[in-house]
């Protein structure tokens, strides 16, 4: 199963919101990484056939989506990131619900909701009104939305916006648990929910592809590039503006600053323990740190 994608663009007003996206995904978790505005629900709003893409093309197995319309819309599984919820309908009454949107009958629904209640751990609130639901426990119910008709694509727009740390790794969690033999594409802007998942990470910034590539290899194309100092409180806030970049960590011993580039800064050490993703996103997305 390929899900390709060929030079794909897309501008509001003047606006490149989507600028020559190329790149082909196979059964995995990509994690779609980058700051707002640089294009990742643009991207996702282009592949599930949501906005009408400028240039370029997207292929199921080979295939373009447009002349294929209803059979790949049905291999889909779209979580967006502004969605919203019956504060009426009861959990389950909500999958109810958007089964029968998609077009799943009854009968086979039934089985289907209450299996992917308990794999997202709401069995037990499925009856209570969605409008009593905490953030975690709205984004568990949408993400089983998603997954209703056991999509081999499925596509998640920032499925940990707004919950809070416990949250997120729940929900990160159930994401790994179902993910297996589909194409998931998760959107973020926080490194770590898709350190431990992702088995590709797209870095995207203005619309465009920075590097993608697997943890891993992310990880090991910047090392030796991270310097650090300690600094005392006044130093930091000169030395952040100086270099516009930077992560500060709080030691035992005092602050550190945390520099990620090409060249090493005046007074600042190799950092010789082991790097992480965040460091990957502080050295291509430096100013954003501070
Ligand atoms: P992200 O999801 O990474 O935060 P988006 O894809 O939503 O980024 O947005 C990319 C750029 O396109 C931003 O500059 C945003 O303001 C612009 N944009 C997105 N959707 C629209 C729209 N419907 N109308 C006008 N501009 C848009
Ligand atoms: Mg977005």
Redesign the pocket.
């Known amino acids: 199963m390929t899900l390709q994608i060929k030079d794909l663009s897309k501008t ?2 003047k ?1 490149k ?1 989507l600028e020559r996206f190329s790149y082909t995904f196979d059964e995995g978790v990509y994690g779609i990484l ?1 700051p ?7 991207l996702m709003n282009l592949i599930t056939d949501n906005s009408k893409r400028e240039t370029g093309q997207v292929l199921y197995n080979s295939r373009d989506i447009l002349p294929l319309g209803e059979p790949y819309r049905a291999t889909l599984g779209y979580m967006p990131q502004q969605q919203g919820l019956y504060e009426e309908f009861s959990g389950r009454k909500f999958l109810y619900y958007m089964a029968n949107l998609k077009g799943l009958r009854r009968k086979e629904a039934k089985g289907r909701i209450e299996e992917l209640l308990s794999i997202v751990g709401l069995t037990d609130d499925a009856h209570r009104k969605t409008g009593g639901y905490s953030g975690g426990m709205k984004q568990r119910l949408l993400l089983a939305q998603a997954l209703l008709s056991d999509p081999k694509i499925l596509i998640l727009d920032e499925p940990t916006a707004g919950l809070d740390p416990k949250e997120r790794i729940r929900i990160r969690s159930y994401i790994a648990r179902i993910a297996k033999n589909k194409i998931v594409l998760l ?1 973020t802007h926080i490194v770590q929910d898709i350190e431990s998942i992702a088995t590709q990470v797209i870095l ?1 910034k203005d ?1 465009k592809l920075l590097v993608a590539d697997s943890p891993s290899n992310l990880i090991a194309s910047i090392c030796g590039k991270a310097y650090e100092r300690y600094c005392a409180a006044e130093e930091m806030t000169q030395l952040q503006e100086r270099y516009q970049m930077g992560n500060v960590y709080l030691r035992q011993d005092g602050e550190v600053l945390r520099l990620v580039g090409d060249s090493k800064p005046e007074g600042f050490a190799p950092v010789t323990q082991p790097l992480g993703l965040e460091d990957v996103y502080l050295y291509y997305y430096p100013s954003l740190m501070v």
């Open positions: 509001y007003g606006k919101a980058g707002n505005g640089s294009g990742k629900s643009t959107s995207l619309g």
